[in-house]
């Protein structure tokens, strides 16, 4: 079965990025000139996504918006013949499906799927956090769905991180079966640096199969109080299979503060409009 549905969850309050994202959402932060989340979304289209729910939650209008028809903004390019934003912002609107539901407690990533049961029914869908913006020739979703379309069980996304961070991530034990293909075989939600199994993370990237619904539905809190979704998947392979894709491409954790400075930078040397100048200026300010 082919994976066309993804689920957004959006409704974090983004306590990292404070004062910034007091009124405005994290994922509505722009990157460049285009909000983080749009990033994503682009590429979950490019990987073959052909509807989207976002788990919002208070304060997230914002996104909405964004990803709805600007009638006043779009007749006023239109007056002013700016006919490439124009372009721009209409594609905005006419890229993908996009569907919405509110997540109205913040217990934990697990609850937030969860709440996307009714929009998926019974069938594999993606899952994309909305700050992890990655770069990379071949989309990395479409990298998992291919692992997926290959094997037909719940794919995650891994990255080697530096030991010394595992904490900050849930973290997997796999056995390796292709160049970037693993079986894993366990899961720990942020675990302690001498607990840590192996120094592979799973980052905000799954494919996952409707299975996960019952088991998020039976499940426990756990850390922080939240229903973890680290914590459904594990159980989730214990009944079926689940996958890794080391995926080709860099990651930048634009939850982070620094990250999101790096991603900044990195984005805006990879633009012709910017490079030259910008480059320069880096250049001068590092001496």
């Known amino acids: 079965m082919k994976v066309k549905k993804a689920v957004f969850p ?19 932060l722009p990157l460049i000139d285009k909000p983080l989340v749009q990033y994503v979304v682009e590429e979950a289209v490019a ?42 912002v209409r594609e905005i609107a006419e890229m993908v499906e996009i569907f919405y539901v509110r997540q109205r407690q913040a ?15 019974n069938e594999p869908f993606a899952v994309l956090l909305g700050d992890d913006i990655i770069d990379s020739e071949r989309p990395c979703l479409r990298q998992l769905i291919d692992v997926f379309e290959n094997r037909n069980c719940s794919v995650l996304a891994l990255e080697k991180v530096p030991l010394e961070n595992i904490s900050s991530y849930g973290c997997v034990k796999a056995d390796q079966l292709e160049e970037r293909v693993f079986d894993v075989v366990d899961m720990v939600e942020k675990p302690k640096r001498e607990e840590a199994p192996s120094d592979m993370a799973i980052i905000g990237r799954y494919v996952l199969t409707p299975r996960i619904f019952g088991i998020l539905e039976q499940q426990e809190p756990g850390k922080g109080g939240e229903i973890q979704l680290t914590d459904a998947i594990l159980k989730l392979s214990r009944e079926e299979k689940v996958y890794g894709c080391l995926f080709e491409g860099l990651r930048h954790d634009c939850g982070d503060k620094l990250g999101f400075l790096k991603a900044t930078v990195d984005m805006a040397l990879k633009r012709d409009e910017f490079r030259v100048e910008f480059e320069s200026y880096l250049r001068q300010r590092l001496g």
């Open 10 to 28: 959006v409704a974090g309050l983004g306590t990292r990025f404070l004062p910034a994202t007091k009124s405005s959402p994290k994922e509505m």
């Open 107 to 121: 217990m934990g990533l697990g609850h937030a799927i969860l709440c996307a049961k009714d929009f998926i029914g």
């Open 47 to 88: 990987s073959g996504i052909e509807q989207i729910l976002f788990v919002t939650g208070r304060g997230k209008r914002s996104i909405e918006d964004h990803f709805d028809i600007s009638v006043e903004l779009e007749a006023h390019l239109y007056d002013k013949g700016k006919d490439r934003e124009l372009s721009r």
